[in-house]
């Protein structure tokens, strides 16, 4: 790469780190401090009487982004990051915590996924930490991707700690808030979640709902109501493929609890046969053999009718 900037003169350059100045120009360099006022650099000149290695150090008013090369084995750990360790991915967000609020950072992507991390090793002991981790990625994170991501993984965490209404709050108003189709796909799903899991409480509670007057009205209203957040994506955006299988398959788990085997294999038999790659499929096969084996067994266990 060449470089012509700050009074540099123009060599070539060894190094992975990235800096773009405002001016549109760049080096490949080695970053050693970047603040939010000064970045120091070295670069590696090669070549004639200018070979050697030159340290810079410059405003960042000057600076556009920088793009920071992987650590050894970063590379491989961000590919699976969903995957790893808490320990391991909270290594990683230690290591690049500074930069969350700079641009092309990679620091709000490892936050996420420590976040969920933090859920999945154990909801009681940390899920306020990754209630708090999402809100400051949300806040100051530099990527809208990221933003949106640690917004979803807000409402994550507020169903993991139980705080369903709250949850359920959280995500009408961001659902009214954007227009961003993956977002709205998200909260949406995130909605039929917690609904799900209101009518599993409602039930609960309250046993013999349908000779309830009062609880009848209630409990068929959010039934229906969870079917069609389940549905939504696979109505209107049924080319996402994830989102559309993952929705068909939301809807057959209601239909099951609901007793409506026929509407959920249907539903079932919709994904398998609409979205083959998807990774709900599997599931779905799993789910619809489990209920032609249901149906198989309650069919051999009525007594035959003999004849008169």
């Given at each position: 790469?060449?470089?012509?900037?700050?009074?540099?003169?123009?060599?070539?350059?060894?190094?992975?780190?990235?800096?773009?100045?405002?001016?549109?120009?760049?080096?490949?360099?080695?970053?050693?401090?970047?603040?939010?006022?000064?970045?120091?650099?070295?670069?590696?000149?090669?070549?004639?009487?200018?070979?050697?290695?030159?340290?810079?150090?410059?405003?960042?008013?000057?600076?556009?982004?920088?793009?920071?090369?992987?650590?050894?084995?970063?590379?491989?750990?961000?590919?699976?990051?969903?995957?790893?360790?808490?320990?391991?991915?909270?290594?990683?967000?230690?290591?690049?915590?500074?930069?969350?609020?700079?641009?092309?950072?990679?620091?709000?992507?490892?936050?996420?996924?420590?976040?969920?991390?933090?859920?999945?090793?154990?909801?009681?002991?940390?899920?306020?930490?990754?209630?708090?981790?999402?809100?400051?990625?949300?806040?100051?994170?530099?990527?809208?991707?990221?933003?949106?991501?640690?917004?979803?993984?807000?409402?994550?965490?507020?169903?993991?700690?139980?705080?369903l209404e709250r949850a359920i709050t959280e995500a009408n108003i961001l659902a009214g808030q954007t227009e961003d189709p993956e977002l709205l796909i998200e909260v949406k799903h995130l909605l039929a979640e917690a609904d799900f899991a209101r009518l599993r409480e409602l039930e609960e509670e309250h046993p013999r709902w349908d000779e309830d007057d009062e609880v009848r009205p209630e409990r068929n209203e959010l039934y229906h109501s969870i079917i069609d957040q389940f549905m939504?994506?696979?109505?209107?955006?049924?080319?996402?493929?994830?989102?559309?299988?993952?929705?068909?398959?939301?809807?057959?788990?209601?239909?099951?609890?609901?007793?409506?085997?026929?509407?959920?294999?249907?539903?079932?038999?919709?994904?398998?046969?609409?979205?083959?790659?998807?990774?709900?499929?599997?599931?779905?096969?799993?789910?619809?053999?489990?209920?032609?084996?249901?149906?198989?067994?309650?069919?051999?266990?009525?007594?035959?009718?003999?004849?008169?």
């Open positions: 790469m060449a470089v012509a900037a700050s009074g540099f003169s123009s060599v070539t350059l060894l190094g992975q780190d990235v800096i773009v100045l405002k001016s549109g120009q760049y080096a490949a360099c080695e970053i050693e401090a970047l603040t939010d006022n000064i970045l120091t650099f070295t670069l590696i000149q090669q070549g004639g009487n200018q070979g050697g290695v030159a340290r810079r150090t410059i405003s960042t008013s000057e600076v556009a982004y920088v793009e920071f090369d992987f650590e050894p084995g970063e590379e491989e750990a961000f590919a699976a990051k969903e995957t790893l360790d808490m320990e391991s991915v909270e290594a990683w967000w230690n290591h690049h915590f500074a930069h969350l609020h700079r641009p092309r950072s990679r620091t709000g992507a490892w936050g996420i996924a420590l976040g969920y991390a933090l859920l999945d090793k154990d909801v009681d002991l940390y899920g306020s930490r990754a209630l708090q981790l999402f809100d400051r990625i949300a806040e100051r994170a530099w990527s809208e991707i990221d933003v949106a991501a640690a917004k979803r993984g807000r409402l994550h965490a507020l169903m993991a700690l139980g705080e939504w994506p696979y109505l209107f955006h049924a080319a996402r493929e994830e989102a559309a299988a993952r929705g068909l398959f939301g809807a057959g788990l209601v239909y099951e609890f609901g007793s409506d085997a026929g509407l959920a294999a249907n539903a079932y038999r919709d994904l398998i046969a609409l979205y083959p790659e998807s990774e709900a499929r599997t599931k779905a096969d799993r789910r619809l053999e489990g209920l032609a084996n249901k149906d198989s067994k309650e069919n051999s266990d009525k007594p035959e009718l003999s004849n008169p």
